[in-house]
């Protein structure tokens, strides 16, 4: 059986392949009388887009979208919302190598051993292009949670990270990295071109934070805030890990250190407690604490390079793989609108499943 839908009450299908004619993704369950227009849309599909800097693939993708239906005169009807975006820039030819061979860190043979084929044209579901339609979703979420604010950055190039001291909100738009740190955006220029012309590929770190989410989203055991989340990035392509707040370094720390030690709020506590940390992330017991919500996440290197590696073919027979085509030298540069997406998606769907227990 295969999983192409993920949430409860707020729920998405994505579907389509990298070199099919289109890909997107049905939206059921966001309430009707929302405001929604591909307008609304677009400025997230255009942070993902391809091809806007030498440091991404060059594959041309207008990446426009559609909405195909669960839209009437500018708002959510409460039935499915049908979201679709063309491919226009395939170069299936480019693949024709890699037809019989598996690519190393690819899910080439993992697709072929579970299915009995794949498609190798671009990797088909496995392709980062598949997130395309997450992000289109992830704008439909983001209606249903207007009280939170999700950023989303760079926070690592190939084990070069920024200056925590350095963080900027408002300097992620003003590089190609997505980076909040002027100084580290200018050290992965060359960090991120000697891999690109090395035909080869770097791994990176995406941070991301949701401002505003009040106490008292998730739920105890089976549904916590923090698993719904790891579950959400865990399904991004090339993402091979997931900490929430300080995630593999709490357990480096004392419990002396690691509590988020609690005043008095202002007002009298009526917004809460004052806390004086987060090393939870902003979660406790997988219910949201009121704090901002913090997770990162770790993109793999790019498996399609240029570099021979060497493999096996579907007969089983020892070859040396070389991947031609138009690649990402890094693709968690371009993770960061797809990890503020899945936050959305997740957050929109613990709202509603707060609203549907306590009311």
Not at 7 to 33: I, Q, Y
Not at 201 to 211: D, I, K, N
Not at 296 to 321: H, M, N, Y
Request: with cysteine; glycine share 12%; hydrophobic share 40%.
């Amino acid at each position: 059986m295969s999983f192409n839908t993920f949430g409860r009450l707020f729920r998405f299908t994505t579907w389509g392949e990298s070199h099919g004619p289109a890909l997107g993704a049905v939206v059921d369950g966001c309430p009707p009388g929302l405001d929604l227009s591909a307008e609304a849309i677009q400025p997230f599909l255009d942070a993902r887009r391809p091809g806007q800097s030498r440091f991404t693939t060059q594959r041309q993708e207008p990446d426009q979208v559609k909405i195909l239906s669960g839209e009437f005169e500018g708002k959510t009807t409460g039935t499915p919302i049908s979201l679709m975006i063309e491919n226009t820039d395939q170069r299936s030819k480019d693949y024709g190598e890699i037809a019989k061979a598996y690519r190393p860190g690819h899910a080439d043979y993992a697709y072929d051993a579970k299915y009995g084929l794949r498609d190798y044209r671009g990797g088909g579901r496995s392709s980062a292009r598949e997130t395309a339609a997450r992000v289109a979703a992830g704008a439909v979420a983001r209606l249903v949670v207007p009280e939170v604010r999700i950023v989303a950055y760079v926070c690592e190039i190939g084990g070069d990270a920024i200056d925590r001291a350095n963080i900027d909100f408002d300097e992620i738009g003003n590089n190609p990295f997505f980076c909040p740190d002027a100084e580290a955006a200018k050290r992965w220029e060359a960090l991120v071109d000697d891999a690109r012309k090395a035909g080869s590929s770097l791994g990176a770190v995406v941070e991301c934070v949701a401002l505003g989410v009040p106490a008292g989203w998730g739920a105890p055991l089976y549904a916590k805030l923090d698993s719904e989340l790891a579950a959400a990035m865990m399904s991004i392509n090339a993402v091979k890990a997931v900490e929430i707040g300080d995630g593999f370094a709490a357990a480096r720390l004392t419990g002396e250190e690691n509590a988020d030690e609690m005043r008095p709020g202002k007002n009298g506590g009526d917004n809460g407690p004052e806390f004086l940390a987060n090393h939870a992330g902003g979660i406790a017991g997988g219910i949201s604490t009121g704090q901002p919500v913090v997770c990162r996440v770790a993109f793999k290197p790019t498996s399609s390079i240029l570099t021979p590696r060497q493999s096996i073919t579907s007969d089983g027979a020892a070859t040396e793989v070389r991947t031609k085509g138009r690649h990402d030298p890094c693709v968690g540069i371009r993770g960061a609108p797809v990890v503020e997406a899945m936050m959305a998606l997740v957050l929109a769907d613990q709202k509603l499943l707060h609203r549907g227990q306590v009311g």
